[in-house]
């Protein structure tokens, strides 16, 4: 499985950014998807993630209310609008995809499987 994350760049503080997450596999309905993010020196943490069918949807606490996660499994493509951003949301934002959390945990990067290579978000103040 590949996944190809796009759409991250420089926004001033409270402007919005959408982030695009691509992949090739053919069953992309077969896969929970997730978004973490890595700041300079900080763990990668969990953002938000979203169920099969978009019928579960999960935030972390310091994006809820500003973050939306979303999917279009005709397109093979995850989501992430993110509004009212600032400083603290500079990160690489990862996207990542399993079939089945390893733990049960959809906030903890170990459970899932396959990786995108990461896009760069940068929020200037």
């Known amino acids: 499985v590949q996944l190809q994350a796009s759409g991250g760049g420089l926004v001033q503080a409270g402007g919005s950014l959408r982030l695009s997450c691509t992949t090739s596999v053919r069953t992309f309905s077969s896969y929970r998807m997730g978004w973490f993010r890595q700041a300079p020196r900080k763990e990668r943490e969990f953002v938000a993630a979203i169920g099969w069918s978009g019928e579960n949807i999960y935030y972390s606490d310091s994006v809820k209310g500003r973050f939306t996660i979303s999917r279009d499994n005709a397109k093979n493509t995850l989501y992430l609008q993110m509004n009212t951003l600032k400083s603290d949301d500079t990160a690489v934002y990862y996207c990542?995809?399993?079939?089945?959390?390893?733990?049960?945990?959809?906030?903890?990067?170990?459970?899932?499987?396959?990786w995108g290579q990461g896009t760069l978000v940068t929020v200037s103040s």
């Open positions: 990542a995809a399993t079939e089945f959390y390893r733990t049960g945990s959809f906030y903890l990067s170990k459970d899932y499987s396959y």
